[in-house]
């Protein structure tokens, strides 16, 4: 088996992670809360979910279903050529497991509202995952595991390396727009958080050296970097197919021994968590999970933005003035002045490039959403203002 040095590794990041080609294809990733609507302050055990869609079989449109450990269901799609068929075929597989299962419900929000983050795997990737946080951050790891979801969009690297540092520079300006517009986890344990989208707050409590964005000009090379100084959270050893949880080192220092290999270091870059990953493709990952029917509108905006030319352009000079600021936009979403111009210039950009894309039949979610909240300074937390505060509510705050 292959051992690795450093050149390796600054190889593996330009030749994968950042193989670049012409843009077209775009996939998503949809992280579910699932309720039951009986007894919604219980957990749906995991063994039932499981059940209900082994039962129902394979998804028609190819989709790929996954189980986060707190028992949250993803739903990734397969790559599509361009963000309409994602939308048809998403949309299909969708159907076809809220019919699997049946009396169950899928919520689309960024935090759980009422239920306390609860493991429900024995997977010693998890065990590990939460032994780690458990020690490098103040909340721990559960609160992210167990009680967040996402939609996650995927868009390819570029289509040289110019573009592709180009699109990732777009990809990061864009991170405090993308979280005001559609913040929607104000909510956590039944209390109001003080802050619009909670989750952001989450991912921001944990180990920065690997959850916030790698500096660099060259974003291949910045990776390989960011990846060589964060720290080793978990490794197979050789004795019986066993896993340590958090060795005490960086992958750097691990690879100065001799000792990892290829598969060890898939491994290790699967436990980073930056907002864009670059995995092949960029995977922006910082958009609260949404309910019907809007879980679309950030996958359609988002491509837009990046593959139509005349919206690059434009969301690059709406997003340069808010660029940074993913506090104010966790805290405050669209009632932030600054944000809320950026994100509705950005949303009149990928409005008009959406037909450009051949997308024209998501134009009607898309103008839905941005007339119920872009255009009025909200976002989906804002609903909760319809809502009485209770007294315990008043005096609770997020203190990150």
Known sequence: MTRL?????????YGVCFKTGPPGVVGAETEWLVVDPRNPGAHVALDRLRGLMDAAGPLPAGSLVTYEPGGQL??????QAGVAALHRALSLDLA??????????LVGQGVDPVRAPFLQTDDQRYRCMSTYFEAHSKEGGLPMMCGTASVQVCVDIGADPADAA??????????????AAFANSPLQRGRRTGLKSTRQAIWNALDPGRTTAPIGDDPAEAWARYALDAKVMMRRTSSNGGWLADPGMTFREWVATGEPTSEDLELHLSTLFPPVRPRGWYE????????????PVPVAVVTALLDDPVASQLAEEAAAPVAGRQMEAARDALADRELARAARRCFAAARDALPRL???NLLPVVDDYYFRYIERGRCPADDLSLMPATPAEEDFSWHH
């Open 358 to 360: 051949g997308a024209e």
């Open 5 to 13: 040095t450093v050149d390796d590794v600054y190889q593996h990041s």
């Open 96 to 105: 076809f497991v809220r019919d699997a299962l049946g009396d169950l419900a």
């Open 166 to 179: 180009r699109r990732w520079r777009l990809a990061h300006s864009l991170g405090p727009i993308l979280i």
């Open 284 to 295: 922006l990952r910082m958009i609260d999970a949404l309910p019907e029917p809007y879980w």
């Open 74 to 79: 993803e739903l990734s799609s397969a790559p």
